[in-house]
């Protein structure tokens, strides 16, 4: 990790005040990249130099090119470019963030501070660009100084009740009320930085279940951003074997209240220059109250609004028609459209604004905020990797986001019975969803035939059928007439609980119920299925009370396991509580995972968005959310969930699938007339490779008890690799031959210094050569022995294994060609050759391969210790008591040439619930 920190300019390292020079620059590196940071204000105050206030520089090559902060207060925008924001002075400072709870520690640093006045109001800005040196990462932060808040701050008008003709999403907030950092990307190319030369890829994830908005393409080309997406991975597009430098763009803080987003150009400059037609967003019967520039008196519409467009601040206008019999007719001119209000004598047109009419990467706190107060800042983390690669560079953004926040949440997934244990589903894609749901008779019966096929399922998910309605959450007595307890005991196992949101009778109810008088909160009215409805949400304030009081019954009664949260996304973007508020979102979130918390249980977020998953990093008790939309047979095509996992596993959130069924024809179905399954083998090994949940939904009677076993040992546990799969960088270049046919996945599994590959292909044809560095981590140079999916079952001798030498590529092809609905799939089991490394290279070695019959042949559950002696491999090996065990193993010679595939049945110590097998050489 190389620090480099210079001062290039006569100035010393202690300055205190703007620079004289103007060639001063302060410079850091963090991951092979280097900043560059002007000390001078005439580089951050005129936009027409070329070089930009910081870079971020590879090597010689600038990849990214910085612009001044814009800020949004008192309705107004303030920038460099009209003078309303006006330097103060500059500092170099070093220290140590040690943090707090909600906004992390993120350790040493070295700092450019600058000073920002907001001209008239008073508001003090302070902007500043770090590096963390332990962390090897930069930072942006701003921050509300003085002693003035920053009142008015949303750039755009909430959302109300008169958009209920949209869906939720659509007023998903797109950009941020105070821009820093902020990187040019002109189209045209006018600047020669990798961004804006489109020599940079990137790659992102969002929507419903962080899943629906998964995007990547080149440059920004197809970049939206906003409160949907994800954290921002910007990469070399003609790198693809894990040697790209990449950069990750992230919120550090205020999670659920940042976001990341594309500014576009409008056009004014050209317009300006050209003369080309500039069209404006006619409304009618619309005012903008106050934001005022001035007024003119003017004849037509169009002359009102070629005088906003001759006015640089001006971006809204509002025209009075000349038949107004008491407003003389008059054209306002405006600066923002915050101040909306009904008035049937105005007729409104808005623009952008030229302060802002240049295409960048933007960031910031979200367009809706009403306030933003003193003290209040807001952090950005850029995180550099040299070389290594996308999924490299995501690795270390995880570590680093992990570090700050003092999260390990590792061993609560091992303990964690939702996200390690085999389990049953009743939600949306299940046999026995709400249409036709379990009664306790029914659950009966069901979980006798589980057992009677040892099939060991040790939780089962009750979806929201199980409550009478969206305004108590108490089980109906049609399908518990005993209540929970009753039901938990019949089936013997305990209960993860559904909830979503509340109406409006839910504050009546628990009010006589509970001591507390809870408050619940209206969202706007919104679009649901071609019919308006508005949903209520607890006050952020009181929801750790309010999850506590309603948990309390079923935790007493001892039958509730974990909880699930869906529809968050409808909470996030249309509770004003939620997204107005500065962290209104995360104390939502918190109230719930707090609660859970404090009763020792799990918490699994669904229809999150990735702010939402971001947060989890102050949500220690969220263990797992959903990573894919409902997998219901008639929409079967929601299986790549391998780039949402991307985003959560080094946030170290278990991504789940989503329920399956182990047989592709189930009568009892309700999705409709001869609807049968498709790829179901496929989808149980996806949802294996996930490392999170997996759940089952088939009817009675209809469960495969051998895909079922294919998860987990005969107690349920669930055999899984180290990290869940994804994809190899190569699946985010733009188009072959960079990239697969069809999709590559990867994922491993870790066994102190030693690794397990398993490389899932699918729909590869023609196929594609892959070598050692499209892995990661990156084989070493050992040889590893190679088994397909479709010889696991036949693997009686050496003909169902072949070698990958340390320097071959493996063509990865699936087998025959898919038709559709039906994927043709292969999952390579890459097996490391081990010999001591004592008596040199030419030694017999041994490839254990493990239980062949599950798909995560080799697990860090089932093997936890592995040693490599001068004899043999010792492994250490556990599971239930007296649990049989298939091993398989190669022994080869010393020339690695020829191997004798080895198979030994290990039975599990009842005392300890583990054994130690030897292998010999």
């Given at each position: 990790m190389a620090m480099l920190l210079l001062l290039t300019s006569i100035l010393c390292a202690g300055i205190n005040q703007h620079p004289r020079e103007e060639s001063a620059t302060w410079q850091a590196k963090a991951g092979g990249a280097e900043i560059r940071v002007s000390l001078a204000a005439s580089n951050w105050n005129d936009s027409a130099i070329s070089d930009?206030?910081?870079?971020?520089?590879?090597?010689?090559?600038?990849?990214?090119?910085?612009?001044?902060?814009?800020?949004?207060?008192?309705?107004?925008?303030?920038?460099?470019?009209?003078?309303?924001?006006?330097?103060?002075?500059?500092?170099?400072?070093?220290?140590?963030?040690?943090?707090?709870?909600?906004?992390?520690?993120?350790?040493?640093?070295?700092?450019?501070?600058?000073?920002?006045?907001?001209?008239?109001?008073?508001?003090?800005?302070?902007?500043?660009?770090?590096?963390?040196?332990?962390?090897?990462?930069?930072?942006?932060?701003?921050?509300?100084?003085?002693?003035?808040?920053?009142?008015?701050?949303?750039?755009?008008?909430?959302?109300?009740?008169?958009?209920?003709?949209?869906?939720?999403?659509?007023?998903?907030a797109l950009a941020p009320s105070i821009e820093f950092p902020a990187f040019a990307a002109p189209e045209g190319n006018n600047t020669q930085t990798r961004l804006s030369s489109n020599l940079l890829g990137y790659a992102t994830t969002g929507g419903v279940m962080t899943y629906t908005d998964m995007g990547q393409g080149i440059g920004l080309n197809g970049?939206?951003?906003?409160?949907?997406?994800?954290?921002?991975?910007?990469?070399?597009?003609?790198?693809?074997?894990?040697?790209?430098?990449?950069?990750?763009?992230?919120?550090?803080?205020?999670?659920?209240?940042?976001?990341?987003?594309?500014?576009?150009?409008?056009?004014?400059?050209?317009?300006?220059?050209?003369?080309?037609?500039?069209?404006?967003?006619?409304?009618?019967?619309?005012?903008?109250?106050?934001?005022?520039?001035?007024?003119i008196e003017n004849k037509t519409l169009q002359q009102c609004a070629d005088a906003c467009l001759a006015t640089p601040q001006c971006s809204v206008f509002s025209w009075v028609p000349a038949n107004d019999p008491v407003i003389p007719q008059k054209c306002f001119l405006k600066h923002s459209t915050a101040g909306n209000a009904p008035d049937s004598k105005h007729i409104s047109g808005v623009y952008c604004t030229d302060l802002l009419d240049q295409t960048a990467l933007v960031a910031g706190p979200t367009q809706y905020l009403q306030e933003i107060k003193v003290g209040t800042s807001f952090k950005y983390i850029l995180v550099p990797q040299a070389g290594k690669g996308i999924t490299a560079s995501i690795d270390k953004w995880g570590k680093a986001m992990r570090s700050a926040y003092s999260l390990q949440r590792k061993p609560a997934l091992a303990t964690d019975e939702v996200a390690s244990s085999l389990s049953y589903w009743t939600d949306n894609g299940a046999v026995y969803d709400g249409r036709q749901p379990l009664n306790t008779?029914?659950?009966?019966?069901?979980?006798?035939?589980?057992?009677?096929?040892?099939?060991?399922?040790?939780?089962?998910?009750?979806?929201?059928?199980?409550?009478?309605?969206?305004?108590?959450?108490?089980?109906?007595?049609?399908?518990?007439?005993?209540?929970?307890?009753?039901?938990?005991?019949?089936?013997?196992?305990?209960?993860?609980?559904?909830?979503?949101?509340?109406?409006?009778?839910?504050?009546?109810?628990?009010?006589?119920?509970?001591?507390?008088?809870?408050?619940f909160l209206p969202s706007f009215s919104f679009l649901n299925r071609d019919r308006p409805l508005t949903i209520f949400q607890i006050d952020p304030m009181q929801s750790t009370q309010f999850y506590m009081d309603i948990y309390a019954p079923y935790m007493k009664a001892g039958v509730m396991m974990a909880s699930e949260v869906d529809f968050l996304n409808w909470s996030q973007l249309t509770v004003p509580a939620?997204?107005?508020?500065?962290?209104?979102?995360?104390?939502?979130?918190?109230?719930?995972?707090?609660?859970?918390?404090?009763?020792?249980?799990?918490?699994?977020?669904?229809?999150?968005?990735?702010?939402?998953?971001?947060?989890?990093?102050?949500?220690?008790?969220?263990?797992?959310?959903?990573?894919?939309?409902?997998?219901?047979?008639?929409?079967?095509?929601?299986?790549?969930?391998?780039?949402?996992?991307?985003?959560?596993?080094?946030?170290?959130?278990?991504?789940?699938?989503?329920?399956?069924?182990?047989?592709?024809?189930?009568?009892?179905?309700?999705?409709?007339?001869?609807?049968?399954?498709?790829?179901?083998?496929?989808?149980?090994?996806?949802?294996?490779?996930?490392?999170?949940?997996?759940?089952?939904?088939?009817?009675?009677?209809?469960?495969?008890?051998?895909?079922?076993?294919?998860?987990?040992?005969?107690?349920?546990?669930?055999?899984?690799?180290?990290?869940?799969?994804?994809?190899?960088d190569a699946m985010y270049s733009p188009e072959p031959p960079f990239c697969p046919s069809g999709e590559i996945w990867q994922t491993h599994t870790q066994i102190g210094s030693i690794s397990w590959h398993y490389i899932l292909a699918v729909d590869v044809n023609p196929g594609y050569s892959l070598t050692r560095e499209h892995l990661y981590p990156q084989p070493n140079t050992q040889d590893y022995a190679l088994v397909h999916w479709r010889d696991r079952e036949s693997c009686t001798s050496s003909s169902c294994f072949s070698l990958w030498r340390a320097n071959q590529s493996l063509d990865v092809i699936t087998p025959g060609h898919p038709t559709t609905p039906d994927h043709a799939y292969d999952l390579i089991l890459a097996a490391p050759l081990l010999a001591p490394s004592t008596l040199g290279s030419s030694t017999p070695s041994i490839a254990l391969l493990g239980e062949l019959d599950k798909v995560t042949s080799v697990s860090t559950w089932r093997f936890p210790n592995i040693t490599v002696t001068n004899q043999g491999v010792t492994v250490t090996m556990q599971g239930a008591p007296d649990e049989h065990v298939d091993v398989y193993y190669i022994v080869f010679n010393s020339s690695h040439v020829d191997g004798t595939l080895m198979k030994t049945t290990a039975i599990v110590n009842p005392s300890l619930n583990q054994t130690v097998l030897t292998l010999p050489f």
């Amino acid at each position: 990790m190389a620090m480099l920190l210079l001062l290039t300019s006569i100035l010393c390292a202690g300055i205190n005040q703007h620079p004289r020079e103007e060639s001063a620059t302060w410079q850091a590196k963090a991951g092979g990249a280097e900043i560059r940071v002007s000390l001078a204000a005439s580089n951050w105050n005129d936009s027409a130099i070329s070089d930009g206030p910081y870079s971020i520089y590879f090597d010689t090559e600038e990849y990214l090119r910085g612009l001044a902060p814009a800020v949004h207060c008192q309705n107004k925008w303030h920038t460099t470019m009209d003078k309303s924001l006006e330097w103060q002075g500059v500092s170099i400072t070093n220290g140590t963030d040690e943090g707090d709870l909600e906004n992390g520690g993120w350790g040493d640093y070295t700092r450019v501070n600058i000073s920002w006045a907001l001209v008239p109001s008073g508001i003090v800005l302070h902007t500043s660009i770090s590096v963390y040196h332990m962390l090897d990462v930069f930072a942006f932060d701003q921050e509300i100084g003085g002693n003035v808040d920053c009142t008015l701050a949303n750039s755009s008008e909430l959302p109300s009740n008169a958009s209920t003709t949209l869906y939720p999403d659509a007023h998903a907030a797109l950009a941020p009320s105070i821009e820093f950092p902020a990187f040019a990307a002109p189209e045209g190319n006018n600047t020669q930085t990798r961004l804006s030369s489109n020599l940079l890829g990137y790659a992102t994830t969002g929507g419903v279940m962080t899943y629906t908005d998964m995007g990547q393409g080149i440059g920004l080309n197809g970049y939206n951003g906003g409160m949907r997406d994800g954290p921002l991975v910007l990469f070399d597009v003609n790198k693809t074997q894990g040697d790209a430098n990449s950069l990750v763009l992230s919120p550090g803080n205020h999670f659920t209240s940042s976001l990341i987003s594309k500014r576009r150009s409008c056009g004014r400059q050209e317009w300006r220059n050209k003369k080309l037609p500039l069209n404006f967003s006619t409304i009618y019967n619309k005012d903008f109250k106050g934001n005022d520039l001035g007024s003119i008196e003017n004849k037509t519409l169009q002359q009102c609004a070629d005088a906003c467009l001759a006015t640089p601040q001006c971006s809204v206008f509002s025209w009075v028609p000349a038949n107004d019999p008491v407003i003389p007719q008059k054209c306002f001119l405006k600066h923002s459209t915050a101040g909306n209000a009904p008035d049937s004598k105005h007729i409104s047109g808005v623009y952008c604004t030229d302060l802002l009419d240049q295409t960048a990467l933007v960031a910031g706190p979200t367009q809706y905020l009403q306030e933003i107060k003193v003290g209040t800042s807001f952090k950005y983390i850029l995180v550099p990797q040299a070389g290594k690669g996308i999924t490299a560079s995501i690795d270390k953004w995880g570590k680093a986001m992990r570090s700050a926040y003092s999260l390990q949440r590792k061993p609560a997934l091992a303990t964690d019975e939702v996200a390690s244990s085999l389990s049953y589903w009743t939600d949306n894609g299940a046999v026995y969803d709400g249409r036709q749901p379990l009664n306790t008779t029914m659950s009966a019966i069901l979980f006798k035939e589980l057992r009677t096929k040892h099939i060991p399922v040790r939780y089962e998910q009750l979806d929201p059928y199980w409550y009478s309605s969206t305004h108590a959450w108490t089980p109906r007595n049609d399908l518990y007439p005993n209540g929970l307890a009753d039901y938990s005991q019949q089936i013997g196992i305990k209960l993860l609980l559904y909830h979503n949101f509340w109406d409006r009778d839910t504050q009546y109810i628990y009010s006589k119920n509970f001591s507390q008088d809870y408050t619940f909160l209206p969202s706007f009215s919104f679009l649901n299925r071609d019919r308006p409805l508005t949903i209520f949400q607890i006050d952020p304030m009181q929801s750790t009370q309010f999850y506590m009081d309603i948990y309390a019954p079923y935790m007493k009664a001892g039958v509730m396991m974990a909880s699930e949260v869906d529809f968050l996304n409808w909470s996030q973007l249309t509770v004003p509580a939620l997204f107005a508020q500065l962290d209104g979102g995360h104390l939502f979130l918190k109230g719930m995972a707090e609660a859970a918390l404090q009763n020792g249980i799990s918490h699994q977020l669904c229809m999150s968005l990735p702010a939402q998953i971001l947060d989890t990093l102050l949500l220690p008790s969220v263990t797992n959310a959903r990573a894919s939309p409902d997998n219901t047979p008639t929409n079967e095509d929601r299986w790549k969930i391998a780039y949402t996992s991307m985003f959560m596993w080094p946030l170290e959130v278990a991504p789940f699938f989503d329920n399956i069924w182990t047989m592709a024809n189930q009568s009892d179905q309700p999705y409709g007339p001869g609807v049968v399954r498709h790829n179901i083998e496929l989808q149980v090994i996806i949802n294996v490779l996930t490392a999170g949940p997996v759940g089952i939904g088939d009817q009675i009677g209809m469960t495969n008890a051998t895909l079922a076993m294919m998860t987990c040992s005969i107690a349920g546990k669930l055999l899984q690799p180290t990290k869940p799969a994804t994809p190899i960088d190569a699946m985010y270049s733009p188009e072959p031959p960079f990239c697969p046919s069809g999709e590559i996945w990867q994922t491993h599994t870790q066994i102190g210094s030693i690794s397990w590959h398993y490389i899932l292909a699918v729909d590869v044809n023609p196929g594609y050569s892959l070598t050692r560095e499209h892995l990661y981590p990156q084989p070493n140079t050992q040889d590893y022995a190679l088994v397909h999916w479709r010889d696991r079952e036949s693997c009686t001798s050496s003909s169902c294994f072949s070698l990958w030498r340390a320097n071959q590529s493996l063509d990865v092809i699936t087998p025959g060609h898919p038709t559709t609905p039906d994927h043709a799939y292969d999952l390579i089991l890459a097996a490391p050759l081990l010999a001591p490394s004592t008596l040199g290279s030419s030694t017999p070695s041994i490839a254990l391969l493990g239980e062949l019959d599950k798909v995560t042949s080799v697990s860090t559950w089932r093997f936890p210790n592995i040693t490599v002696t001068n004899q043999g491999v010792t492994v250490t090996m556990q599971g239930a008591p007296d649990e049989h065990v298939d091993v398989y193993y190669i022994v080869f010679n010393s020339s690695h040439v020829d191997g004798t595939l080895m198979k030994t049945t290990a039975i599990v110590n009842p005392s300890l619930n583990q054994t130690v097998l030897t292998l010999p050489f």
